[in-house]
């Protein structure tokens, strides 16, 4: 058995939801390929390994999994939703002239910085996303003295 299958193996286990076949391979393509991809492009995916699985049946597998923890969506104004099987802490970075959807690194906010705004309300979660332009989009459209990193303040 291969690791990937004993981990989503485990992870339908965990989530005690049912491993239907539909369900395995959205689940497996979004953990093999590490994207952040659209419900359109899981089921192009998974339809070109199996013809029988339709637009539908994709998005309610989506919707299950979602449901059970086992994928995140991820909203990006005004355009499709992604989803990322990523499961680990983290926060994200959108490129806001591609599209791209990154993985940043998980860190937690410093004691006290959400609880002003936050005011009576009870924080159960918390997830940053970060918005700009990706190295390509900067490196492509962009003269040379804006191809600079971002420095840490």
Not at 27 to 42: D, F, N, P, S, V
Not at 52 to 78: C, D, F, H, I, P
Request: proline share 4%; hydrophobic share 40%; aromatic share 8%.
């Amino acid at each position: 058995m291969s690791k990937l299958k004993a981990e989503l193996d485990r992870a339908f286990e965990t989530a005690a939801l049912r491993p239907t076949a539909q369900r395995y391979a959205v689940l497996e393509y979004l953990a093999r390929y590490e994207l952040h991809a659209t419900a359109g492009q899981i089921f192009a995916a998974v339809n070109r390994t199996d013809p029988r699985a339709s637009r539908a049946t994709v998005y309610n597998s989506l919707l299950s999994l979602a449901k059970a923890g086992l994928v995140r969506e991820v909203s990006s104004e005004g355009k499709a939703a992604r989803y990322d099987a990523n499961l680990h802490p983290h926060h994200h970075f959108i490129c806001d002239k591609c599209g791209m959807v990154e993985d940043i690194s998980w860190f937690d906010l410093p004691d006290g910085a959400a609880g002003a705004a936050l005011g009576d309300r009870v924080l159960s979660n918390y997830e940053i996303v970060f918005r700009g332009a990706c190295l390509k989009c900067r490196m492509s459209h962009s003269k040379p003295q804006d191809r600079r990193p971002v420095q840490n303040v």
